[in-house]
């Protein structure tokens, strides 16, 4: 794939003398968005966290935008990845100033103005206007989910990785977070879940296999 934001080729991890992830590989195509399906404790996780440079695999490469990812290359790679997880610890304060905070970063002041955008994926994603001014810790897990994905949406970074991002949410709300992800063609994903309702509207959806190899683009 010429045009894969992410490439990731034969990686090995091993945690406790138990093999997770064996020659696995698998290319994010720029404006793709790829589901990695698996049941739990296989690894979707630990693949995440490889991408984020939060582990490191005994074999293999993960390069984003052609740039391999090593422990030089992280920090300034961390800034092309959002990341949402499947349990998201966003800190204290009201969601106003939770929202608000990672634009004190010199990295993101430049975004502040995206800020504005907040009422309208609040709307989108079937959250109140009002909770804008409640506390982070008065949120339930789904509202928690929700507004961990506006988060990393405001910071317009290229790739977003998704841990079971819908696994607290109802029906409804499901549907919202599905079809507002659907509406951003320009936005690579690669999410992990355990089955293909997780992202139901990706654009391919990939197995991860115990020493298995994922590569290309479904047809």
Not at 72 to 86: E, T
Request: glycine share 8%; aromatic share 4%; proline share 5%.
């Amino acid at each position: 794939m010429t045009d894969a934001i992410l490439q990731i080729s034969d990686l090995v991890v091993q945690l406790g003398g138990k093999h997770i992830l064996d020659s696995f590989s698998l290319e994010v195509g720029t404006g793709e968005q790829v589901l990695v399906t698996a049941p739990s404790g296989t690894g979707k996780s630990t693949l995440l966290r490889c991408v984020l440079g939060f582990l490191s695999p005994q074999s293999g490469t993960i390069a984003l935008q052609g740039k391999p990812i090593d422990e030089l290359s992280i920090w300034s790679l961390r800034l092309r990845m959002s990341y949402v997880a499947q349990e998201p610890v966003l800190g204290d304060g009201s969601v106003s100033e939770v929202l608000a905070r990672p634009f004190d970063y010199r990295a993101n002041r430049d975004l502040r103005q995206n800020l504005d955008r907040v009422p309208g994926l609040l709307t989108q994603l079937r959250l109140s206007q009002d909770i804008a001014d409640q506390q982070m810790d008065s949120l339930s897990g789904g509202e928690k989910q929700r507004i961990a994905l506006i988060a990393a949406l405001l910071l317009d970074r290229p790739l977003l990785l998704l841990d079971e991002i819908s696994a607290s949410l109802d029906k409804d709300s499901r549907e919202a977070v599905f079809t507002t992800l659907a509406a951003l063609p320009e936005q690579s994903i690669l999410a992990v879940g355990h089955h293909a309702d997780a992202l139901p509207k990706a654009d391919r959806i990939e197995p991860l296999p115990l020493g298995g190899v994922v590569s290309g683009r479904n047809e």
